[in-house]
T-cell receptor, first 114, second 113 residues
Framework: KQEVTQIPAALSVPEGENLVLNCSFTDSAIYNLQWFRQDPGKGLTSLLLIQSSQREQTSGRLNASLDKSSGRSTLYIAASQPGDSATYLCAVRLEHSGNTPLVFGKGTRLSVIA | DAGITQSPRYKITETGRQVTLMCHQTWSHSYMFWYRQDLGHGLRLIYYSAAADITDKGEVPDGYVVSRSKTENFPLTLESATRSQTSVYFC????????????FGDGTRLSIL
């Protein structure tokens, strides 16, 4: 069974710092990996989707990488801002999905302190 | 505005009652999903739908019923609510099965007393 792990569970950094969030998965048979942001009381907002054939995707200050063979992805946030404070979740789209096509990690709660 | 909307945002009900959560999307996405989010479990898939009149079970379907008579609507019904179904419920949609991102609504916070 695919397991998705995000470490750390919570992270607090000063404004302006560059940071990396980690996501690992146990089964490399995936179509893609998606990073989401969730603000308190809100739904998930899709940030980046990396296909299994890609190594990285960039959007503004965000850069996500994928190493499928080692089962790892990172989300790099440059020059963090207080508005980046949220919970960040990764999810993998399985090739052999059965009844769980998208498996989520439990998230990293990020606080950026002004 | 285009997007995905859920209603109600908050609901309190009693055990044994039937309750329906609504989900409406304006993108004409083929795929729609219902998740529940609980502390310690993260997001888990309840049901999903590939098109109108096509639905399938997810990881935790017991106690829930879905229907999809129109592409834009995907209601979730708890036939006889139990306390263990207290959760935050999210609806999502996607243009394709594999290579397009899922887009989420803002959720329904359901409390069952």
């Amino acid at each position: 069974k695919q397991e998705v792990t995000q470490i750390p569970a919570a992270l607090s950094v000063p404004e302006g710092e560059n940071l990396v969030l980690n996501c690992s998965f146990t089964d490399s048979a995936i179509y893609n990996l998606q990073w989401f942001r969730q603000d308190p009381g809100k739904g998930l907002t899709s940030l980046l989707l990396i296909q299994s054939s890609q190594r990285e995707q960039t959007s503004g200050r965000l850069n996500a990488s994928l190493d499928k063979s080692s089962g790892r992805s990172t989300l790099y946030i440059a020059a963090s801002q207080p508005g980046d404070s949220a919970t960040y979740l990764c999810a993998v789209r399985l090739e052999h999905s059965g009844n769980t096509p998208l498996v989520f990690g439990k998230g990293t709660r990020l606080s950026v302190i002004a | 505005d285009a997007g995905i909307t859920q209603s109600p945002r908050y609901k309190i009900t009693e055990t044994g009652r039937q309750v329906t959560l609504m989900c409406h999307q304006t993108w004409s996405h083929s795929y729609m999903f219902w998740y529940r989010q609980d502390l310690g479990h993260g997001l888990r898939l309840i049901y999903y739908s590939a098109a109108a009149d096509i639905t399938d079970k997810g990881e935790v379907p017991d106690g829930y019923v879905v229907s999809r008579s129109k592409t834009e609507n995907f209601p979730l019904t708890l036939e006889s609510a139990t306390r263990s179904q207290t959760s935050v419920y999210f609806c999502a949609s996607s243009e394709s099965w594999i290579n397009q991102p899922q887009h989420f609504g803002d959720g329904t916070r359901l409390s069952i007393l």
